[in-house]
């Protein structure tokens, strides 16, 4: 197993003299200086009426020094951001072949409707008699992801995956507790993402890694020899971050469940699944659904994202607040405090807490209800079958020339491959992944799942039409055959075509930078 | 379906390739009797018109909070967002582009990130911020764990001003990581005395500032009492504009800054997505969450960045990372840049004394009301009134006359019947003298 993850050493500079310019630019590619060094303190791109003269009331405690920002008018503003918007990748561009993260087209409707000013312009603490409507958008969500799952609750409040990995264990440590136990351990598969035993670790756990057997899934046997009455949980990914369905999911969760431990699942592969199997289905007690992976929220430069978190009859006592109830004459009111839950039975009558302020990710709710009532129950399970066809034909194309990781039999919505077919050739992945950029696409997931060495993870999505994917097969192929052949150029002084060459990755973290400060000079003056 | 490329002749075409005769063939992994045969309960796919129509059903049930005179707060503000700001962020270069892991086609991103970190840095008065958290409260709760770290201290003193909800989110990640809190019971009328609670064992003091209830805190002498005893001040901010009209924490000897940066760029959005600011000092950068932009050069020895410092984080460092955040708040950090470099220093000092002076103009208004008082003596622009009578009720009653007068302290501490009569009110530069007079009007005819 490869523990060393991404190498970042520098490579030997490569000199670009073809044709230079006076600016820099080249064409459409404008060099933009940071904001620190075109924007000034009294210039600003908002009108603002006089303040005027008054008595204030800050107590002495008025700000009695510049802050130090620079302002832009608004045609400056639009010009520096425009200028840095073109430096960027994007779904619109192109094909985003990234394993585990699931770049689906994100359709603009989302955005309008995310935008009408009944869901965008209210607040979460205006009286709840004022916002009807938006609480039953939240429980309208709630409800598609419980019928999709096939699980009794939800809680809707996380803001990420990750946050809903640690909603779900905080609900798996409080049903323990109920219970009047103890556990210390969870079992996380060595292919999991970092988020699965980081959050473990974060609430107190130890982690225990399960190792993958050789077609990649994970071995109920094995599980079962971990399992001991000082296990609270598994943490589960399935589809796994190999692209493979575990096979042996519901005996591996009777097993976890004998040995009264719960079962978390992590739902970022839900995409290849969607309409098709419901988790419910096969024993999972809690499990986070990324809703900008599988519902198309934009992924935005990194975020907001949503992580809402469905659970089952065990767990559902301990949801988090807030979360929606059902008034007997049919309208609905969000319960906020603990003293409210506890008036409560069923759903979430020994809430575990709170997971943030407010409500919810609302801005993404909306967007993945649209996207789930576009598509509907027709339309989600042929995205899924779409995601997974598109991701089996791109394995085939590529088999004979890369080297699949697992090529036993169909993967799901993800191709995994391994480094093997660029052995001798003086080619990395990342030098491989550097060459694809200059063919014009994002490279795949490099160097993850750990489980083989140098990774390729390719996950196309139901977006891509048969086209598209027929260009980046070819273009992967020669790729391929260029490794072999020796063009080592092409790979390891790539990109070449980008508006910045190889970055020095190692040079950034051996002596970091994080912010702007003034020149020597103008600070002298 | 307009989202899927795929006809049914590729789709044939493409299981020909692949060697199977139906596309169930490629879930032969997913145990048959658990395969679905049916369509989920579920209704059929819709087109663009019948959901656009669908969904302002909803939108048009809720009262909106531009249309009436207005004055929530409490930790969300409502503020004007210049147009430019939504344009932008709408680029597809931005809107559907990913983390920036490979930088030399991410360098919009990064950049924007990097002048994101900056901002942050010189408003919170601190010299290093990260790239975002998922909120406030969040980021409120990382600060504690991160204070747990750096001191290896096992108790947080939290004062009475923080904002109850961000209190509870507190508590709850500390419950389950194993930490002790002394939370001091809600203050409206700021008369707690959180120095005398720090001790040998306190890894941090969290005060907020301005205050839930409205009251702005000197962090000088708290700071110096926390630093005294080898603990470390975290300071919480839920109201950004703020940082225009007041004394940085980091002037004041906060060690870690988290702020709700909702304001700038973001709208309400009834809760979410919002975006936290973490700010901290150089010599904790490497306990600090979340993902942090660097400089460096590329291969040409260009100027470029990079995110950085990963070793920190869960991709690398599983188990022993500093927190298991992975997404943040990408595009509102974004909305939050390009508004404040539209706003810049002039444009902030002035926002941020609008917004005082609104809040002064309201709260003499309110004051002046028969059995109304305002208790917070200084504030920036939100304030807490006292009024003869539940909170509760006068607001619903409030929202009837469509006006939408603050939050019932109730509604955030149930069953405190000394806080039963108190209104968090908030005024921002979207109030003009209308605004107020219908307040005062409203809440005058509600009392009578």
């Known amino acids: 197993m490869n523990r060393e993850g991404r190498p970042t050493a520098p490579i030997m500079p490569v000199e670009h003299n073809d044709h230079p310019t006076f600016t820099g630019n080249r064409g459409l590619q404008i060099e933009e200086p940071l904001l620190f060094e075109i924007g000034r303190p009294e210039v600003s791109g908002v ?136 556990r210390t351990i969870v079992l996380v598969p060595e292919s999991a993402h970092g988020t699965n035993p ?40 399935n589809p796994n971050t190999c692209g493979l369905f575990e096979r042996e999911v519901v005996e591996i969760a009777e097993a976890v469940h004998e040995a ?84 409560q039975s069923g759903e979430g009558s020994q809430s575990l807490g709170r997971m943030t302020a407010f409500h919810g990710q609302m801005g993404m709710f909306v967007r993945a209800l ?75 997931t490099m160097y993850f799942p750990l489980v083989v060495h140098g990774a390729m993870l390719i996950e196309p999505t139901e977006s891509e039409s048969k086209a598209s994917l027929d260009l980046f097969i070819a273009t992967m192929r020669d790729l391929a055959m260029g490794a072999r052949n020796g063009d080592v150029e092409r790979f390891s002084g790539a990109p070449h075509h980008t508006p910045v060459k190889r970055v020095d990755e190692t040079r950034a973290a051996r002596s970091p930078v994080l912010r702007w400060t003034p020149p020597l000079s103008e600070a002298a003056e | 379906m307009r989202y899927l490329p795929l006809t049914d002749a590729d789709r044939q075409s493409m299981l020909a390739k692949i060697g199977v005769s139906k596309i169930d063939d490629l879930f032969v992994d997913v145990p048959s009797d658990k395969l679905l045969n049916e369509l989920v309960d579920l209704p059929l796919t819709s087109g663009e018109m019948e959901v656009d129509r669908a969904l302002r059903v909803l939108a048009e ?96 003193v939290i004062s009475g001003g923080l904002h109850p909800q961000y209190r509870a989110v507190i508590e709850n990640l500390s419950g389950y990581s194993g930490h002790d809190l002394e939370c001091l019971p809600g203050d409206p009328y700021s008369r707690e005395d959180i120095i005398s609670r720090i001790d040998g064992d306190t890894a941090c003091v ?56 909702q304001s700038i760029g973001n709208g309400l959005n009834f809760g979410g997505p919002y975006v936290g600011l973490f700010a901290t000092r150089q010599k904790y950068v490497r306990q600090m969450p979340g993902r942090l932009c660097g400089e460096t050069v590329d291969a040409d020895g260009k100027r470029c960045f990079a995110l950085t410092l990963s070793t920190r984080e869960q991709h690398i460092r599983r188990e022993k990372a500093t927190s298991n955040i992975c997404t943040n708040s990408g595009l509102c950090c974004l909305a939050f840049t390009i508004h404040m470099s539209l706003l810049g220093e002039a444009g902030l000092r002035k926002l941020a004394k609008l917004n005082h002076r ?91």
């Open chain 1, 260 to 343: 009264g431990a719960y079962f978390y699942c992590d739902g970022a592969n839900f995409t290849a699944i969607v309409g098709k199997a419901k988790p419910g289905d096969l024993g999972v007690d809690c499990m986070h659904i990324n809703l900008h992976k599988t519902f198309s929220t934009p992924h935005g430069g990194g975020g907001p994202g949503a992580g809402p978190v469905v659970f089952s009859e065990a767990l559902m006592p301990f949801v988090p607040l807030p979360y929606i109830v059902t008034n007997d004459d049919g309208s609905r009111r969000i319960i906020e405090t603990s003293t409210q839950a506890t008036n």
């Open chain 2, 61 to 156: 049930k809720n009262v909106v909070a531009g249309s009436v005179p207005f004055f929530v707060g409490g930790g969300a503000y409502r503020h004007h967002i210049p147009a430019t700001v939504d344009h932008l962020i709408q680029r597809s270069e931005f809107l559907t582009a990913y983390t920036p892991y490979q930088p030399e086609i991410s360098q919009g991103t990064l950049q924007s990130l990097f002048e994101f970190q900056t901002q942050v840095a010189l408003l919170t008065g601190m010299e290093v911020a990260n790239a975002s958290m998922y909120d406030g409260s969040t980021g409120a709760a990382e600060a504690v764990l991160m204070a747990h770290r750096l001191t290896k201290r096992n108790k947080a």
């Open chain 1, 198 to 237: 980081a959050t473990a670790a974060a609430i107190g756990y130890k982690i225990r890694s399960i190792p993958a057997r050789d077609d990649g899934t994970v071995d109920p046997a094995v599980v079962q020899e971990n399992l001991s009455s000082d296990v609270a949980a598994i943490m589960l990914t």
């Open chain 2, 358 to 448: 609104n809040a002064v103009r309201l709260a003499e208004k309110l004051d002046a009301i028969d059995g109304v008082d305002v208790i917070t003596p200084h504030f920036f622009n939100e304030f807490t009134i006292r009024v003869p009578g539940s909170a509760a009720d006068i607001i619903e009653k409030l929202a009837a006359k469509g006006v939408l007068g603050g939050i019932p302290v109730s509604r955030l501490e149930p069953g405190q019947p000394n806080l039963e009569n108190l209104i968090v009110v908030a005024a921002t530069e979207v109030n003009n003298d209308a605004d107020r007079d219908a307040y005062a009007d409203a809440l005058t005819e509600v009392l009578s």
């Open chain 1, 370 to 444: 649209t996207y789930m009532m576009s598509h509907g129950a027709d339309g989600m399970r042929q995205a899924s079958e779409d995601a997974v066809l598109n991701a089996n034909y791109v394995r085939v194309c590529l088999n004979d020339l890369m080297s699949a990781a697992f090529d036993e039999g169909p993967c799901m919505h993800e191709a995994l491959f391994d480094d093997t077919f660029l052995k001798g050739t003086g080619v990395t992945t990342l030098d491989f992944a550097k060459a694809m950029i200059d063919e014009g696409y994002h490279p795949m």
């Open chain 1, 47 to 182: 009108d603002l009426e006089e303040p005027g003269e008054f008595a204030g009331h800050l107590d002495g405690l008025e700000r009695d020094r510049d802050i130090g920002l620079p302002g832009l008018s608004e045609p400056e503003t639009m010009r520096h951001y425009v200028r840095l918007s073109q430096k960027n990748y994007a779904i619109d561009m192109g094909i985003y072949p990234l394993g585990s993260c699931t770049m689906k087209h994100n359709p603009r409707l989302n955005e309008k409707m995310a935008r009408l000013p009944g869901f965008g312009d209210i607040h979460p603490l205006q009286p709840q008699s004022t916002v009807p409507g938006a609480i039953e958008l939240i429980d309208k969500l709630a409800h598609w992801l419980k019928v999709l799952t096939g699980m009794p609750a939800v809680a809707m409040s996380p803001k990420a995956g990750a946050h809903g990995e640690l909603c779900g264990m905080m609900a798996i440590s409080a049903a323990l507790k109920a219970r009047g136990e103890n």
């Open chain 2, 206 to 261: 969290l005060v907020q500032t301005p205050g839930f209830y409205g009251h702005l805190t000197d962090l000088e002498p708290i700071a110096e009492a926390a630093h005294a005893t080898g603990a470390l001040l975290v300071a919480v901010v839920t109201e950004t504009v703020s940082f225009g009209a007041l004394k940085s924490p980091g002037e004041m000897g906060a060690d870690i800054v988290v702020a709700e940066g």
